[in-house]
């Protein structure tokens, strides 16, 4: 284990309260979500990973950069699970990446177990931590969480809104030739091919979309977005996305951390929202210190409806497989 220190600490430390963070995985997502945890002096950061090494050089290097980038907190890079005790977050980047070809679904079965043995083994250490999943299939690897763990759901998030939210922003910020901060939208459904950004509800600097694209623009850029995982993995060729997955995933736990009550789009546990009941599946939610405070039902039209149930079909396809390999 390494321990880096990048900060002095003031007299009263005592008094100081500093949320921690693990992220389990040093991959490329994991270790970028890492630096940028600390680059926003969001918590002390705990960086795991099951080979030996590698979280500890990551973690050597990244304390080497805080000087020169004004960090004020620590991280841990470390093999054992003992090191990420009292976590406030616990996010599972861990699992096989996608190659080209592959879908999401595809890594199934290796990743659901991943999944299952890092819950089996960090939830005994911080008991009281919420955990977001960023590990794919993401919306039935978040329901595989849920169930290994016993938690109430509102303390198991996955992360692909917000994220799939932020490419759709950028591909009408790029189309329009404005800055991607003018551009909101909402991105719900599966983290998939089937995923549903609502135009109803996307607007550039308060003016609808609609009024500024012609329909054959939009949906292209709705298809763009579908599969902008997988342009970014034909691109590379070897591993997919990582910058904007990790700062995804740190809007997410900047929110829990801060209880922001932040409306954000993450694949919550639906109980009869939007029509839907036990799954896991993108929606806007209130994101604060509990957690998913509470599901946010936007009005949809009857096409985004039917597009967000198509979806959820999808995903449970995908969940009953899951059920039956691992016995939920």
Known sequence: MIVASVSLQPADTAAITIPK??????GNVGASLAQNLLAQNLADVVLLDIVEGRPQGLALDMAEACPLEGCTHHITGTNDYQDTAGSQVIVITAGLPRKPGMSRDDLLNI???????????????????????????????????????????NRVIG?????????????????????????????????????VPLISHTTVSTIPLTELLPAVTIRQLVDRTRKGGAEIVNHL???????????????????ILQDQSAILPVS????????????????????????????????????EQAALESSARSVRQTLHKARTLFSL
């Open 159 to 195: 992360q692909a809104g917000v994220l799939d939210s932020a490419r759709f922003r950028t591909f009408i910020a790029q189309t329009l030739g404005v800055p991607p901060h003018d551009v909101s939208t909402m991105v719900l459904g599966g983290h998939g091919d089937l995923m």
């Open 268 to 303: 919550a546990y639906l109980d009869g929202q939007y029509g839907l009941e036990v799954i896991y599946l993108g929606v806007p939610c209130h994101l604060d210190s509990t957690g998913v405070a509470s599901v946010v039902e936007l009005s949809l039209t009857e096409d």
């Open 111 to 153: 990743n659901g177990n991943i999944v299952l043995e890092v819950m089996t083994k960090a939830l005994p250490h911080s008991p009281d931590a919420h955990f977001v999943l960023v590990t794919n299939p993401l919306d039935v690897m978040a329901y595989v969480a849920w169930q290994a763990s016993g938690l109430p759901p």
């Open 237 to 255: 060729k070897t591993g997919g996305a990582f910058y904007a997955p990790a700062a995804a995933t740190a809007t997410m736990v900047a929110a």
């Open 21 to 26: 963070v693990t992220v389990i995985g040093a």
